[in-house]
C-alpha cells in the first residue's frame, strides 16, 4: 500500500519549464514501476510516462515525447517529470501512479494514484 504526494505543479506560459515530484510512502521498501497520468478538464485521463523501478524501461506517450523526462530516485521514494518546451495542450491535473509492470501502466492499468498536481500553460 504505497501513498503518493504530486508536487511541483504551477501557471507557466508556452515554452516554459516545470519539474514535477511524487513522493512515495507506505511501502518504501518495495519494488514497483511508477508513471505520471493527466486529466484536463471533460478529458479522459491520458498516460504521460512511466518507469520502472531500476529505470531499466521507460515508455513515454507520442505527446510528450522528445520534451519531458521521467526519473526516479529510489533512495529518496520519489519519481520526477521534469518537463520543458511545455504548450498550452499540456494544461492538465498530473497524477502519479503505481503499478506491478512499465507495459501495464502504460495501457492504464494501476494500483493507485495521489491527489494529483495542476499544470496550466498559457499562451
Known amino acids: 500500500q504505497v501513498q503518493l504526494v504530486e508536487s511541483g505543479g504551477g501557471l507557466v506560459q508556452a515554452g516554459a519549464s516545470l519539474r514535477l515530484s511524487c513522493a512515495a510512502s507506505?511501502?518504501?521498501?518495495?519494488?514497483?514501476?511508477m508513471g505520471w497520468f493527466r486529466q484536463a478538464p471533460g478529458k479522459e485521463r491520458e498516460f504521460v510516462a512511466a518507469?520502472?523501478?531500476?529505470?531499466?524501461?521507460?515508455r513515454y506517450s507520442d505527446s510528450v515525447k522528445g520534451r519531458f523526462t521521467i526519473s526516479r530516485d529510489n533512495a529518496v521514494n520519489t519519481v520526477f517529470l521534469q518537463m520543458n518546451s511545455l504548450k498550452p495542450e499540456d494544461t492538465a491535473v498530473y497524477y502519479c501512479?503505481?503499478?506491478?509492470?512499465?507495459?501495464?501502466?502504460?495501457?492504464?492499468?494501476?494500483?493507485?494514484w495521489g491527489q494529483g498536481t495542476q499544470v496550466t500553460v498559457s499562451s
Open positions: 501512479a503505481t503499478g506491478n509492470l512499465v507495459l501495464r501502466l502504460a495501457s492504464g492499468n494501476y494500483d493507485g
Open positions: 507506505g511501502r518504501t521498501g518495495s519494488t514497483y514501476a
Open positions: 518507469i520502472s523501478w531500476a529505470s531499466y524501461t521507460i
